[in-house]
């Protein structure tokens, strides 16, 4: 069975501070690994995907995840972060119909 | 726009009502997926249809009901509603799960 387990539910950081929201999955198969955003109001969108190949991945919007597997795991995270960023965060992996839990970043000048 | 279109956005109803909620998946997915978030239950998938057959079942209740047709578009049908129903329903759809998903902007369900 495939699942993902968000160890923060909310995660508070002041502006331009760095942040890393956090994501251990848990298979027994090659996965694949999924971070999405939700703004407030608003649904899902893809923020960035962990397929195969280079263990970095990165977002347009300058967040990056690293696919660790000896540690099981796919923080989410970026140096310096916006008020813009303030968002619920949301770690799937392939197959895995149910989402974490999420995790609510709030961003605070 | 993701692609994925929800109707309608909003809807207020009353206990032991029926309501159907549609979603019509980007063009080209076969697949499609149901999802209810609520603040005390998070994210909780709810159904998966692919190509008009279903797929996949999660802690959708007896109560509720979806389906997709040959066109692609899926509703669900929630009957007999009560006041824990009230939650936003999002739709997702997907060609290959390889890809991820990509999420409509949800029905926000009231239940008065």
């Known amino acids: 069975a495939q699942s993902v387990t968000q160890l923060d539910s909310q995660v508070p950081v002041f502006e331009e501070a760095p942040v890393e929201l956090r994501c251990n999955y848990s298979s027994s198969v090659s996965v694949y690994l999924f971070w999405y955003v939700q703004y407030p109001n608003q649904g899902l969108q893809l923020l960035l995907k962990y397929l195969s190949g280079s263990t970095l991945v990165e977002s347009i919007n300058g967040f990056e995840a690293e696919f660790n597997k000896s540690q099981t795991s796919f923080h989410l995270r970026k140096p310096s972060v916006h008020i813009s960023d303030t968002a619920e965060y949301f770690c799937a992996v392939l197959y895995a119909l149910n989402f974490g839990k999420g995790t609510s970043l709030l961003v605070t000048p | 726009d993701s692609g994925v279109t929800q109707t309608p956005k909003h809807l207020i109803t009353a206990t032991g009502q029926r309501v159907t909620l549609r979603c019509s998946p980007r063009s080209g997915d076969l697949s499609v997926y149901w999802y209810q978030q609520s603040l005390d239950q998070g994210l909780q998938f709810l159904i998966q249809?692919?190509?008009?057959?279903?797929?996949a079942k999660g802690n959708i209740l007896e109560r509720f009901s979806a389906q997709q047709f040959p066109d692609l578009h899926s509703e669900l049908n929630l009957s007999s509603l009560e006041l824990g129903d009230s939650a936003l329903y999002f739709c997702?759809?997907?060609?290959?799960?390889?890809?991820?998903?990509?999420f409509g902007s949800g029905t926000r369900l009231t239940v008065v």
């Open positions: 249809y692919y190509n008009g057959e279903e797929r």
């Open positions: 997702a759809s997907s060609l290959s799960g390889n890809y991820g998903y990509t």
